[in-house]
């Protein structure tokens, strides 16, 4: 029991997972994990391009269709040297904390022992060249969920060139993973036309920006000694679904599911003289929303791949990313002579 609970004070309480740096489109990202006291961080680095919202709107995470989620947790390498100094650092916080419970202190002592005088002798620093230690480590935002428990085994040895014995150790595929939980996409507020308010059975016409709603990368990569593997993961969009907030009305196409165009736009914006045309891409309202508004959704879909060390790669669960906005529809006026 002793052991375990040292077992959980070594797995960390949370990866570094911040979000920060640039939000416009082009700009760069570039965090990355480190060590805080007794704390075992992330070592993972992010760096790509997020989504802006030109509209002045906010931008969110991707959200994966179905049930598919990022890892939880995962296992990342560390240099002897480094397990090292954080395993004694752990030792000297733990037993130098006033009122720290004794039991605390003799796990802390059991486990240090084990790392540097017991099964493994002076945390491998004699082998310094030859492997990595291995750690697991749990996503911040993510680390009370049951998932994120799954991630249990103590801090083992890989000599250079073998296999790491564990499911979710870090590839180019997990990093993928990782990296898809960090994409940002922008407020999905769609241009209609007529644009303050619409009327009772006339054609709305719905588009979205090209220069707005276009590709989106984020990488990740981790470096420990001469171990370096990365992954980009890209999401592109593909199309936008339309749902009118009543079923008194009819979207444009039919299913209300409107594909990306050949130049990267979706939908068509209006233009005069195409008042009695449908439009490729919007909503006829049958009936007024009296004195308030209809919710109007509009939800694009990406469709998300990726690239990685080795020239591995694939696709990962399309994402989603939508919001509502308020239309308001009047009824036409007849004027009477």
């Known amino acids: 029991m002793a052991m375990a609970a040292v077992a959980l004070a070594l797995i960390p309480s949370h990866a570094f997972a911040e979000r920060g740096g640039g939000r416009s489109q082009g700009g760069t990202t570039d965090t990355s994990g480190g060590r805080d006291g007794s ?79 017991g099964t493994y002798k002076n945390y491998n620093l004699d082998k310094e060249e030859e492997g990595n230690w291995w750690v697991a480590v749990r996503d911040e935002d993510r680390w009370m969920e049951p998932e994120a428990q799954a991630c249990d085994r103590m801090p083992f040895w890989v000599d250079n060139g073998d296999p790491v014995p564990v499911e979710k150790a870090i590839t180019p595929n997990v990093l993928a993973e990782l990296a898809y ?69 009819e979207t444009y196409p039919s299913s209300g599911e409107c594909t990306i165009n050949a130049d ?46 080795g020239g591995a790669g694939g696709d990962l669960p399309d994402g989603t990313f939508g919001n509502g906005q308020e239309v308001v529809v009047q009824e036409i006026q007849a004027v009477n002579r």
């Open 39 to 117: 704390s075992l961080v992330s070592k993972v680095v992010y760096r790509g391009s997020t989504a802006s919202s030109t509209d002045g709107g906010s931008t969110s995470n991707v959200k994966p269709v179905g049930n598919w989620t990022p890892p939880a947790c995962w296992y990342e390498p560390r240099s002897a040297k480094e397990f090292g100094t954080y395993v004694e650092n752990m030792y000297d916080e733990t037993v130098n904390a006033p009122g720290q419970h004794s039991y605390a202190k003799t796990s802390a002592g059991k486990f240090r022992e084990e790392y540097k005088d």
């Open 181 to 249: 939980s960090r994409i940002q996409l922008p407020t999905t507020k769609v241009t209609l036309a007529p644009e303050a308010a619409t009327k009772v059975n006339l054609p709305t016409w719905a588009w979205l920006d090209k220069a707005k709603f276009k590709e989106v990368s984020v990488t990740a990569e981790i470096n420990v000694g001469d171990l370096n593997i990365q992954a980009t993961t890209t999401a592109e969009p593909v199309s936008l679904k339309l749902e009118p907030g009543t079923p008194d009305a």
């Open 264 to 309: 990267g736009s979706i939908g068509e914006p209006y233009a005069k003289g195409k008042a009695d045309q449908n439009p490729p891409c919007g909503i006829t309202y049958l009936r007024s929303s009296d004195d308030g508004a209809f919710d109007l959704r509009a939800t694009v879909t990406w469709e998300i791949a990726w690239t990685g060390s």
